[in-house]
């Protein structure tokens, strides 16, 4: 048996955006993207139509979901999902520091800190947090 655990981030409206944005800022790649206009026809109201229903992304070996929840459904954003981007050098670990605080807030400065070269933390524009945690080299 094999079990996986994936990150999965449920957003109201904006995962197409945000899909494009960690396409950008952290060079994911898409999988698979499904709409809930491509599910066979049921009883969702016309605006749900281009929202995505599930995504799948990959960085590097890491695979984590992206999703807007149905209109009307309610939905509490901010630290409701949290993701550590773990990477074995400073300047990997800056530039995701860099292009994740565009439109997002900082809530603690990328710097060095006894377990790591360059942690720092990071909410994106969607209001997902990210630390962004930098390996010791050993």
Known sequence: MS???N???LLDGTAKEAIQFYEQALGAKVLFQ???????????????KARI???V????????FVSDSIPGDS???????GICLSTSDASTSQ???E????????????QEIYFSPAYGVVTDKFGVTFQIFTKRPR
Not at 57 to 64: G, N, P, T, Y
Not at 99 to 110: D, I, R
Request: proline fraction near 7%; avoid cysteine.
């Open 75 to 81: 939905l509490v954003t901010g630290n409701h999902v």
């Open 53 to 55: 229903a599930h995504s």
């Open 7 to 9: 990150p999965f981030i």
């Open 57 to 64: 992304l990959s960085i590097d070996e890491a695979v984590f």
């Open 95 to 97: 530039q995701f520091y």
């Open 99 to 110: 292009a994740l605080q565009q439109g997002g807030k900082v809530e603690m400065p990328l």
């Open 3 to 5: 079990t996986q655990v």
């Open 34 to 48: 499904q709409t809930f206009g491509d599910a066979p026809e049921g009883t969702l109201p016309a605006d749900a």
